[in-house]
């Protein structure tokens, strides 16, 4: 397991555990003066040196070490991400009291185009989004939230996914937990720093293996794959698909775009990543 998992996850997976969705993380006044300032703050101010650091980055290959350092230590105590696969999803949405789609600040902050790809979440009846400054999208304090039903809120990712989305869990000042996002590399800001080496976010909880017997080795996984982590190779004349574990970030989108069911996912551990499916490594709320 995870870093996460290991501090907030009281042996689960931290993401499933319901204390970090808790109310009493909602209410904490620190948090409130978190999200009130979130999209100008957070979302703006990184959107806005993203470029420089792109082009340093573009030059040497890396950033300063002590930059590098910095931007992740305040990731991972205010707004810190990981990959989270549709089927664990499904578990969180099912579980929660509401939910709440809005806009993206990652993709407005790019190029001012409104796209619903975000959802808060929550499992108590208040939630953390009523802070929010909606005047960042131009809109009143009360316009651009969506309530959604589980089933909704679901079939909307599902949607995403087989356009190319990633889904991701974001902390509001860890450990809570406020929102599921779906974007791409392209987009989010969160997987744009991981692409310069920045670990805003962690890998998710599993890796891809691929079936050899069903593979035919189409390319389709390899296209979709945003991490770089699947190629094929020639085995006995014939093409196959192969996975880099240590690139995967187990987000599952070879799996849903494989038209021969060639891809699952498995548990990350040594054990896991040879034996068992993902469902045997998901734990319940």
């Known amino acids: 397991m995870c870093e996460l998992c290991t501090k907030h996850g009281d042996g689960k997976i931290w993401y499933k555990n319901a204390k970090n969705y808790a109310n009493d993380l909602v209410s904490d006044l620190r948090r409130r003066q978190y999200v009130q300032n979130f999209l100008e703050g957070t979302i703006g101010e990184g959107m806005s040196s993203l470029g420089r650091l792109e082009t340093i980055f573009g030059k040497k290959k890396k950033l300063p070490d002590r930059l590098v350092s910095a931007m992740v230590t305040k990731a991972k105590e205010e707004h810190f991400g990981q990959v989270v696969p549709i089927e664990d999803i499904r578990t969180i949405i099912e579980k929660a009291a509401t939910v709440v789609r809005m806009p993206c600040a990652c993709r407005w902050a790019a190029d001012r185009k409104e796209k619903r790809c975000c959802y808060s979440v929550s499992y108590s009846p208040e939630t953390w989004h009523d802070n929010l400054n909606m005047s960042y999208f131009g809109k009143a304090s009360n316009e651009g939230f969506e309530t959604l039903t589980g089933n909704e809120a679901i079939a909307q990712m599902e949607s995403l996914e087989e356009e190319g989305a990633i889904h991701t869990i974001w902390t509001m000042v860890t450990p809570f937990i406020g929102a599921i996002c779906n974007c791409t590399s392209h987009d989010c800001l969160g997987l744009r720093t991981l692409a310069m080496h920045v670990e805003t976010l962690s890998k998710g909880e599993y890796v891809a293996q691929i079936d050899p017997e069903l593979c035919n080795g189409c390319g389709g996984c390899e296209s979709v794959c945003q991490f770089d982590?699947?190629?094929?190779?020639?085995?006995?004349?014939?093409?196959?698909?192969?996975v880099n574990r240590s690139k995967?970030?187990?987000?599952?989108l070879c799996c849903s775009h494989c038209p021969q069911g060639a891809m699952r996912?498995?548990?990350?551990?040594?054990?896991?990543?040879?034996?068992?499916?993902?469902?045997?490594?998901?734990?319940?709320?």
């Open 248 to 252: 995967c970030y187990g987000c599952g």
């Open 229 to 242: 982590a699947i190629s094929r190779q020639v085995v006995s004349g014939d093409p196959i698909a192969v």
């Open 265 to 285: 996912l498995v548990g990350n551990s040594v054990v896991d990543m040879v034996r068992n499916p993902i469902k045997s490594a998901t734990h319940s709320i």
